[in-house]
């Protein structure tokens, strides 16, 4: 074919088995026509190489427009190109890319090798000497496999390190089937310095023999490289559909499905791609199974991890993880957003971390609209690094911006039976930097448990969302969260646990969160909590709504402040507080354990336009939708929703226009007041409830409304004498009738 002058293209048609040695490769066709490698007939046509040790079975030297596609009349694979050596370190590639081969595609083939090293990879994307790199290549709906009983090392490879433009760019992979690789291999397609516009999609990926050391089975690190794809892959198992037994990480290594490291200046995405039935091994330590890390500017969406559409389709991780890790740089953004992470187990009971989605890096980082459940694990530490973690941030990047939002994170499950202390929590912040700012909001967390039966100071701990760490700012708003599941033990239940001392050089503020404490608990010496500060660090805590409906135990309170180091009286206000009864309200620094909303007020210095009510008198079916599934809507058509409509104030830092429902919150005075909790209210249809005094002779009478004086009425000497009811009902942050502008403190209806 070198040497022919075409006068129009040419088609190649394989009629029987052949060998090829490497000496020729296809050069430049100078008539710019294009050749096609076909199969004669559906028959099974064989091209072999044996015992080649310097050139690449089959080279695309700079030539063009070359079409080899295996199918016959559209269907089938009958070609099959295989290269074999006995010194398998010298197996060569079977197909190589060189000096601007370009417009080059490869369907519909077997391609087979026994190669142990990745420079040597079946398939390689060579060099060049030309000013360009090569481009435009096909490689697509190949199967990629051993030689009998060999197994091949690496699927493909760049070979490239040139930079843009003699960097290999427009490449796509696509519809291939990768099996049956060696136990050695490091990476099945390795990516490494690619060029732009690559595109691994709609492949599968599968093997039947365990992997022994550190693992990459998509590697795609080239900083240079954007406007990438890595989507619509299936990951896992022995078999097509990831049945069969587990890929299985069998030793002390690191076994990632996806990693990409690419760079800002343009988007990567990795979508659609469904990891599962991927295992360590229990009896090796170290053993990490990561199902995508990402740096750069990267978009990961609409991934299934685990997922449960099959009995096989789960995930079973054996050392510290992050199913989805994000350790971006310092100049790039990533969205994390409608994943969804299930079926996931751990079972090795020690100090290891199983995270669903962990963040370590990147100057803006947005995570929002995952889902996280069926999460279960038995870890036996008791540091924060080591416990079930769905999300888990701890950002280091100077200055960065992490959101963490509209996330829902339920069915999860610490099983241990380790007998020292552990905790968990849906949500995680672990660390941050002095400068970043961290925002958790519009997070549904709900039905965590753990059937540890410890008892006493060693007893499990379950929180919604935890601050551990006092580094950088974090602001904690419009959380929905319900714990009401755990019962039986001695769990000690927190809604929201900020467990360390920050500073007054960072914020830390927890706003317009809706918390539901119920279930039970034995034993008779641990507390419960709506919120948790065990800490001395200062806080803002303002327009949540905190009930506790937890029985047993020694007691449980909608609020607990630990400490009054640091403590003032701006600290915490327009709250509504929810206990079982009215001496357990609230407690404080320590001692003061058990107090009615009053001496809670006086104790604490704060909550002045807070109210407190009993669960009696404020049934949880009648102010929420629905608390099972942490759907926190209020009901406008129940009285009780006037304990929240109204009944908050604008926060402007950070600003607080949304809400959990979409609803839009006033940010400032003038533009009224707003709902207390994580949804915000349209004027209920209910009138609010009624407060009634019998007049039984002259003086002041009171009107409360959830422990906050609303009203005094003096009484002098009526005509008619006495014994006679006067109600009230206070309509908070309504406008009075009659009248226009902005009256915030609402009005009362007296009659």
Same mark, same amino acid.
């Given at each position: 074919?070198?040497?022919?002058?075409?006068?129009?293209?040419?088609?190649?048609?394989?009629?029987?088995?052949?060998?090829?040695?490497?000496?020729?490769?296809?050069?430049?066709?100078?008539?710019?026509?294009?050749?096609?490698?076909?199969?004669?007939?559906?028959?099974?046509?064989? *091209?072999?190489?044996?015992?080649?040790?310097?050139?690449?079975?089959? %080279?695309?030297?700079?030539?063009?427009?070359?079409?080899?596609?295996?199918?016959?009349?559209?269907?089938?694979?009958y070609l099959v190109f295989q290269n074999y050596n006995s010194t398998t370190a010298s197996t060569t590639p079977v197909f190589e890319f060189t000096n601007e081969a370009r417009a080059i595609?490869?369907?519909?083939?077997? /391609?087979?090798?026994?190669?142990?090293?990745?420079?040597?990879?079946?398939?390689?994307?060579?060099?060049?000497?030309?000013?360009?790199?090569?481009?435009?290549?096909?490689?697509?709906?190949? *199967?990629?496999?051993? *030689?009998?009983? #060999?197994?091949?090392?690496?699927?493909?490879?760049?070979?490239?390190?040139?930079?843009?433009?003699?960097?290999?760019?427009?490449?796509?992979?696509?519809?291939?089937?990768?099996?049956?690789?060696?136990?050695?291999?490091?990476?099945?397609?390795?990516?490494?310095?690619?060029? !732009?516009?690559?595109?691994?999609?709609?492949?599968?990926?599968?093997? !039947?023999?365990?992997?022994?050391?550190?693992?990459?089975?998509?590697?795609?690190?080239?900083?240079?490289?954007?406007? &990438?794809?890595?989507?619509?892959?299936?990951?896992?198992?022995?078999?097509?559909?990831?049945?069969?037994?587990?890929?299985?990480?069998?030793?002390?290594?690191?076994?990632?499905?996806?990693?990409?490291?690419?760079?800002?200046? +343009?988007?990567?995405? *990795?979508?659609?791609?469904?990891?599962?039935?991927?295992?360590?091994?229990?009896?090796?330590?170290?053993?990490?199974? @990561?199902?995508?890390?990402?740096?750069?500017?990267?978009?990961?969406?609409?991934?299934?991890?685990?997922?449960?559409?099959?009995?096989?389709?789960?995930?079973?991780?054996?050392?510290?993880?992050?199913?989805?890790?994000?350790?971006?740089?310092?100049?790039?953004?990533?969205?994390?957003?409608?994943?969804?992470?299930?079926?996931?187990?751990?079972?090795?009971?020690?100090?290891?971390?199983?995270?669903?989605?962990?963040?370590?890096?990147?100057?803006?980082?947005?995570?929002?609209?995952?889902?996280?459940?069926?999460?279960?694990g038995n870890p036996g530490g008791t540091s924060t690094s080591f416990q079930v973690y769905p999300i888990r941030t701890a950002n280091t990047t100077a200055s960065n911006k992490t959101y963490?939002?509209? @996330?829902?994170?339920?069915?999860?499950?610490?099983?241990?039976?380790?007998? /020292?202390?552990?905790?968990?929590?849906?949500?995680?912040?672990?660390?941050?930097?002095?400068?970043?700012?961290?925002?958790?909001?519009?997070?549904?967390?709900? !039905?965590?448990?753990?059937?540890?039966?410890?008892?006493?100071?060693?007893?499990?701990?379950?929180?919604?969302?935890?601050?551990?760490?006092?580094?950088?700012?974090?602001?904690?708003?419009? &959380?929905?969260?319900?714990?009401?599941?755990?019962?039986?033990?001695?769990?000690?239940?927190?809604?929201?646990?900020?467990?360390?001392?920050?500073?007054?050089?960072?914020?830390?503020?927890?706003?317009?969160?809706?918390?539901?404490?119920?279930?039970?608990?034995?034993?008779?010496?641990?507390?419960?909590?709506?919120?948790? %500060?065990?800490?001395?660090?200062?806080?803002?805590? %303002?327009? @949540?709504?905190?009930?506790?409906?937890?029985?047993? +135990?020694?007691?449980?309170?909608?609020?607990?402040?630990?400490?009054?180091?640091?403590?003032?009286?701006?600290?915490?206000?327009?709250?509504?507080?929810v206990g079982l009864s009215s001496g357990n309200i609230g407690a404080y620094a320590s001692t003061n354990i058990g107090l009615d909303f009053a001496t809670w007020k006086t104790n604490s210095?704060?909550?002045?336009?807070?109210?407190? #009510?009993?669960?009696?008198?404020?049934?949880?079916?009648?102010?929420?939708?629905?608390?099972?599934?942490?759907?926190?809507?209020?009901?406008?058509?129940?009285?009780?929703?006037?304990?929240?409509?109204?009944?908050?104030?604008?926060?402007?830092?950070?600003?607080?226009?949304?809400?959990?429902?979409?609803?839009?919150?006033?940010?400032?005075?003038?533009?009224?007041?707003?709902?207390?909790?994580?949804? #915000?209210?349209?004027?209920?249809?209910?009138?609010?409830?009624?407060?009634?005094?019998?007049?039984?002779?002259?003086?002041?009478?009171?009107?409360?409304?959830?422990?906050?004086?609303?009203?005094?009425?003096?009484?002098?000497?009526?005509?008619?004498?006495?014994?006679? !009811?006067?109600?009230?009902?206070?309509?908070?942050?309504?406008?009075?009738?009659?009248?226009?502008?902005?009256?915030?403190?609402?009005?009362?209806?007296?009659?």
């Open positions: 074919i070198n040497t022919l002058c075409l006068s129009g293209d040419l088609t190649v048609a394989v009629v029987g088995n052949t060998s090829e040695d490497g000496t020729n490769a296809l050069n430049s066709i100078a008539s710019g026509f294009a050749v096609y490698i076909i199969p004669s007939s559906s028959s099974t046509y064989t *091209i072999s190489g044996t015992g080649i040790t310097t050139n690449a079975m089959i %080279r695309f030297n700079g030539c063009r427009k070359i079409y080899v596609e295996g199918s016959f009349l559209g269907a089938g694979q595609a490869v369907r519909n083939c077997y /391609i087979r090798s026994n190669s142990s090293v990745t420079t040597n990879a079946s398939i390689r994307l060579g060099t060049t000497s030309g000013i360009l790199g090569n481009d435009s290549l096909y490689i697509s709906k190949n *199967i990629f496999e051993g *030689i009998n009983s #060999e197994r091949y090392f690496t699927a493909i490879f760049n070979n490239n390190a040139l930079a843009f433009p003699q960097s290999n760019s427009l490449i796509a992979i696509t519809s291939n089937t990768f099996r049956k690789w060696r136990s050695t291999s490091t990476a099945i397609v390795d990516c490494g310095n690619l060029g !732009d516009s690559i595109a691994v999609d709609s492949n599968y990926f599968y093997n !039947d023999t365990a992997q022994t050391v550190g693992f990459n089975i998509i590697n795609y690190v080239s900083t240079n490289s954007k406007y &990438n794809s890595v989507s619509y892959n299936s990951i896992g198992g022995s078999a097509f559909d990831r049945s069969g037994s587990p890929l299985l990480n069998a030793n002390g290594t690191t076994l990632q499905a996806i990693r990409v490291s690419t760079s800002t200046a +343009g988007l990567t995405t *990795i979508r659609g791609n469904t990891i599962s039935n991927i295992a360590g091994n229990d009896a090796v330590a170290t053993c990490i199974i @990561n199902g995508i890390v990402a740096i750069g500017r990267v978009d990961i969406y609409n991934n299934t991890l685990g997922g449960g559409a099959n009995p096989w389709d789960t995930l079973h991780t054996t050392y510290d993880n992050g199913l989805i890790t994000v350790s971006g740089g310092t100049t790039d953004t990533v969205n994390v957003y409608n994943n969804t992470i299930s079926k996931v187990r751990y079972y090795r009971k020690k100090n290891d971390r199983t995270c669903g989605i962990l963040v370590t890096g990147g100057l803006v980082v947005n995570v929002y609209n995952n889902t996280v459940t069926d999460f279960r963490i939002n509209d @996330n829902v994170i339920n069915n999860v499950v610490q099983f241990t039976d380790s007998t /020292i202390a552990n905790s968990f929590a849906g949500i995680l912040y672990a660390g941050g930097s002095t400068t970043g700012f961290t925002h958790i909001y519009n997070n549904k967390i709900y !039905d965590l448990t753990s059937t540890n039966t410890n008892t006493g100071a060693t007893a499990m701990i379950i929180s919604g969302i935890q601050v551990g760490s006092a580094t950088g700012n974090v602001f904690v708003y419009n &959380n929905a969260i319900s714990l009401q599941t755990q019962t039986g033990t001695e769990a000690m239940v927190r809604g929201i646990w900020t467990s360390i001392a920050n500073t007054f050089t960072v914020n830390h503020s927890y706003l317009y969160n809706s918390v539901y404490i119920g279930g039970s608990m034995t034993g008779a010496t641990n507390y419960s909590y709506g919120f948790f %500060r065990s800490s001395t660090g200062p806080i803002s805590l %303002r327009n @949540n709504i905190f009930y506790y409906n937890r029985t047993g +135990g020694a007691g449980g309170f909608p609020v607990c402040v630990s400490s009054a180091t640091n403590w003032n009286d701006t600290m915490s206000n327009n709250n509504l507080f210095l704060g909550d002045k336009s807070s109210l407190a #009510e009993v669960v009696a008198n404020v049934s949880s079916a009648n102010l929420w939708n629905n608390t099972a599934n942490a759907t926190m809507t209020l009901l406008p058509a129940q009285s009780v929703v006037w304990y929240a409509y109204g009944q908050g104030t604008p926060v402007n830092y950070p600003s607080i226009s949304g809400s959990i429902n979409a609803v839009t919150r006033s940010t400032t005075i003038v533009g009224g007041p707003t709902t207390i909790g994580c949804a #915000e209210q349209s004027l209920p249809t209910a009138v609010p409830p009624t407060v009634t005094n019998t007049i039984t002779g002259t003086g002041t009478y009171n009107y409360s409304f959830g422990g906050k004086l609303i009203a005094a009425i003096t009484i002098n000497a009526p005509t008619g004498g006495f014994n006679f !009811d006067i109600s009230l009902r206070h309509f908070g942050g309504r406008i009075p009738p009659g009248f226009s502008g902005q009256y915030s403190a609402g009005y009362d209806s007296i009659y």
